[in-house]
């Protein structure tokens, strides 16, 4: 079954303890992304990729890392989390890089940082 | 930049009333659209979206949208909605050629049954 995997689900978490949110997809998709999610702002881009070792910054990528090393999988690294950095996040990938084809989301990371 | 501006931040209609949610971009060229849904606790799928061609774009699930490029708008339509349409439906918009997708705010749909 086709999918972008994530894991953690839910995350519960101090101020300044190291994260990593894992994003996984099955489908070959060369484009993949983060965004955070939050009442009243909508998706907002924080990181993308158009291939492997290809990454670029998208609206929000303040306080975020991100890595390319294989085309199935996107982590997305917070160094330093912070309490502003209280979210859902999505992971996503689509197939082309122009981004024409749509993308496929997974099932979001609940992340509390206190 | 791009932009997404989408109007109403809820909106809520009895079944069987027709819907229309409005969005308007903001992107000095040519323009790839979409319209996502999110129903509560789940991930974003797609509904519907423009490349190129006729205006008027069928989607899944009875909804329509509309690209109008003199108004910058490619609203949301769907002539008779049920319980089952409450979600979150976000607009969303690329530069063709672009790997950059901006997303609207959102807009709350309830229906009463």
């Known amino acids: 079954e086709a999918q972008v995997t994530q894991n953690p689900r839910y995350l519960i978490t101090v101020t300044g303890k190291k994260l990593t949110v894992t994003c996984s997809q099955n489908m070959n998709h060369e484009y993949m992304s983060w965004y955070r999610q939050d009442p009243g702002l909508g998706l907002r881009q924080i990181y993308y990729?158009?291939?492997?070792?290809?990454?670029d910054k998208g609206d929000v990528p303040e306080g975020y890392k991100v890595s390319r090393k294989e085309k199935r999988n996107f982590p997305l690294i917070l160094e330093s989390p912070s309490p502003n950095q209280t979210s859902l996040y999505f992971c996503?990938?689509?197939?082309?890089?122009?981004?024409?084809?749509?993308?496929?989301f997974g099932d979001g990371t609940r992340l509390s940082i206190l | 930049a791009q932009s997404v501006s989408q109007h109403n931040h809820h909106v809520i209609l009895s079944e069987a009333a027709s819907l229309e949610l409005g969005c308007n971009y903001s992107?000095?060229?040519?323009?790839?659209l979409f319209w996502y849904v999110q129903y509560p606790g789940q991930h974003l799928q797609l509904l519907l979206k423009?490349?190129?061609?006729?205006?008027l774009v069928k989607g899944i699930k009875g909804f329509e949208a509309e690209f109008i490029k003199s108004k910058f708008s490619f609203n949301l339509r769907k002539p008779s909605v049920q319980w089952s349409d409450t979600a979150e439906y976000f607009c969303a918009v690329k530069g063709a050629g672009s790997y950059q997708l901006t997303f609207g705010k959102g807009t709350k749909l309830s229906v009463i049954p």
């Open positions: 423009y490349f190129s061609g006729d205006p």
């Open positions: 990729s158009m291939n492997v070792e290809v990454t």
């Open positions: 996503a990938s689509s197939l082309s890089l122009t981004g024409d084809q749509p993308q496929h």
């Open positions: 992107y000095g060229g040519t323009v790839n």
